[in-house]
């Protein structure tokens, strides 16, 4: 313990100042599951939402069906991230990669548009339903209305919920060719963090 309690506290002069030390090198089995659960997740939703805006809108009720499902997993996404936002607070330390400065200010970046992007996507789909004047279904289960119809509502929070896909869209991409890199260019094992 008192090894443990050495390690987390560097000496800086006279004064010891203690801060909580990087604890492996290794995200904890919480954080990868839910990485590896959202990460599925948020790919078969985004795959979802370009397929059904093709569907025709007809009485079937078929396009109807798969929007409340859209919706239904853009809500279990929303509730995930902040989830995620709140444990990355609390979970235990994970020591960074020596990357050079850009690379690091690069990777920090896309994390970051990326949580917001997972927020304002499923944030801004909520609003634009809530002012569709259609009910708003999670799983079958309907919610109480929030809002009167308000068309202009409708449209500016479409519009922003079409820009936070494609530019989450780019920002996956970018994560993945980075992912890419460390694997296949640097060998440096970055995988074995998220196992």
Request: hydrophobic share 55%; proline share 6%.
């Amino acid at each position: 313990m008192r090894t443990l309690l050495r390690c987390m506290t560097p000496v800086h002069g006279d004064a010891e100042m203690k801060v909580p030390a990087p604890v492996s090198h290794r995200y904890d089995r919480f954080s990868v599951g839910l990485h590896w659960l959202m990460a599925v997740m948020l790919l078969a939703q985004l795959a979802l939402g370009i397929w059904m805006t093709g569907l025709p809108k007809d009485a079937s009720g078929v396009r109807a069906a798969w929007f409340n499902l859209h919706k239904s997993i853009g809500m279990l996404l929303g509730m995930l991230v902040l989830v995620r936002l709140v444990w990355a607070v609390l979970r235990p330390r994970v020591i960074e990669l020596p990357l050079p400065r850009t690379q690091h200010a690069l990777a920090i970046a896309n994390h970051r548009l990326l949580y917001l992007l997972m927020l304002m996507a499923p944030v801004s789909g909520f609003l634009g339903s809530m002012y569709s004047g259609y009910p708003i279904r999670f799983f079958g289960m309907k919610l109480p209305p929030l809002a009167e119809r308000w068309d202009s509502a409708k449209a500016f929070f479409s519009i922003m919920h079409e820009v936070s896909v494609y530019a989450m869209l780019v920002l996956i991409a970018a994560h993945v060719l980075a992912f890419a890199y460390h694997q296949v260019v640097l060998k440096d094992g970055l995988i074995r963090r998220m196992r």
